[in-house]
């Protein structure tokens, strides 16, 4: 079977080096990013937010369980216990914080939960598995959505939640910033759920809505972006998609040639322009700099872990209505 995902592609689209260093080498940095650690909390809480309205709990119960997978999950990520974190924690953290975390839940149920409510929900941490292609049997897209919900007969909805700190103060409250909205749209994580969607529901009308949520000490911000491609640019999606895979692939096949003895690997290419993402550092440039051959190296070197990306292992199983 030939797997491929938002993942593996986009990191082939940001840099081939990257890409083996993660997807061949299976090496990963030691330990999670604050956001990161944020932003899976906030997902995991929502699944027991929507799960808890839809059970039709009590405000204060949705609150309290959600609050308390969002800390499991925060926990889960290697971050402090949020009943030791002291006043210099919290300022190193923040905005991303427990408290912050605690007001966006209160804030998020008051916005949301008759919304929330109206829909019927078809699947929560729904994984797929579509093909490609009808000529290729082994050539499979895979991915997991946040949720999948049908607001009427005639319809079915992707729902992916995000969480931004990208804000601007309008009236004295924090906003989130319209630059931010534009990027889903293309988006290539957005259009292939739009894909996947249309194949697995092909009578029904097709659309994603980003449920985007401000992290902020100042304030909360809530955000629905809804996203709807015509036909033709799924289309375009599934020619770069294959482009991609083709190009990956590809560079497989130099990699066969390569040895460690080489003078440098002549497969998987750096991309300089990608050293630097949004001021953040890539996790693999001191990797990049220390040798021009990485085959060289027999294990992860210090600061790496080993820990293979498995798109269907990834997907997981979906989260059970109760």
């Given at each position: 079977m030939r797997l491929y995902d938002n993942t593996r592609i986009s990191d082939a689209r940001r840099c081939f080096r990257y890409?083996?260093?993660?997807?061949?080498?299976?090496?990963?940095?030691?330990?999670v990013s604050k956001p990161l650690a944020f932003g899976?909390?906030?997902?995991?809480?929502?699944?027991?937010?929507?799960?808890?309205i839809h059970a039709d709990m009590s405000y204060d119960m949705v609150i309290e369980a959600a609050l308390e997978?969002?800390?499991?999950?925060?926990?889960s990520y290697g971050m402090p216990d949020p009943n030791e974190m002291d006043t210099d924690m919290l300022k190193e953290f923040a905005p991303r914080t427990p408290m912050v975390?605690?007001?966006?839940?209160?804030?998020?149920?008051?916005k949301r939960h008759r919304q929330i409510r109206e829909m019927e929900i078809l699947g929560i941490e729904r994984p797929f598995a579509v093909p490609l292609t009808p000529d290729d049997p082994t050539l499979f897209y895979t991915g997991r959505i946040d949720k999948i919900v049908s607001p009427d007969s005639r319809s079915v909805r992707g729902i992916e939640h995000k969480t931004t700190t990208a804000s601007k103060l309008q009236d004295g409250y924090p906003k989130i910033r319209p630059m931010y909205t534009e990027t889903f749209s293309p988006n290539s994580q957005v259009d292939g759920y739009l894909y996947a969607l249309h194949?697995?529901?092909?009578?029904?009308?097709?659309d994603v809505?980003?449920?985007s949520s401000l992290v902020s000490t100042r304030g909360e911000d809530f955000k629905i972006i809804p996203v709807d491609r015509d036909l033709s640019h799924l289309d375009q999606w599934l020619w770069t998609t294959h482009?991609?895979?083709?190009?990956?692939?590809?560079?497989?096949?130099?990699?066969?040639?390569?040895?460690?003895?080489?003078?440098?690997?002549?497969?998987?290419?750096?991309?300089?322009?990608?050293?630097?993402d949004f001021n953040t550092q890539c996790p693999f440039l001191g990797l990049c700099k220390s040798r021009a051959n990485p085959l060289t190296w027999d294990e992860a070197p210090q600061g790496f872990v080993e820990e293979p990306w498995d798109p269907i292992a990834h997907i997981g199983s979906p989260v059970e209505l109760t």
């Open positions: 890409f083996f260093f993660r997807h061949r080498r299976h090496w990963k940095p030691v330990g899976g909390a906030w997902h995991d809480s929502m699944d027991t937010l929507w799960t808890a997978t969002w800390r499991t999950s925060w926990m975390a605690h007001e966006m839940l209160i804030a998020y149920y008051d194949l697995l529901y092909p009578e029904k009308h097709i809505w980003v449920d482009h991609w895979i083709e190009q990956i692939e590809k560079e497989d096949k130099q990699l066969a040639e390569c040895a460690p003895s080489d003078r440098y690997m002549a497969a998987f290419p750096q991309n300089t322009n990608s050293c630097f």
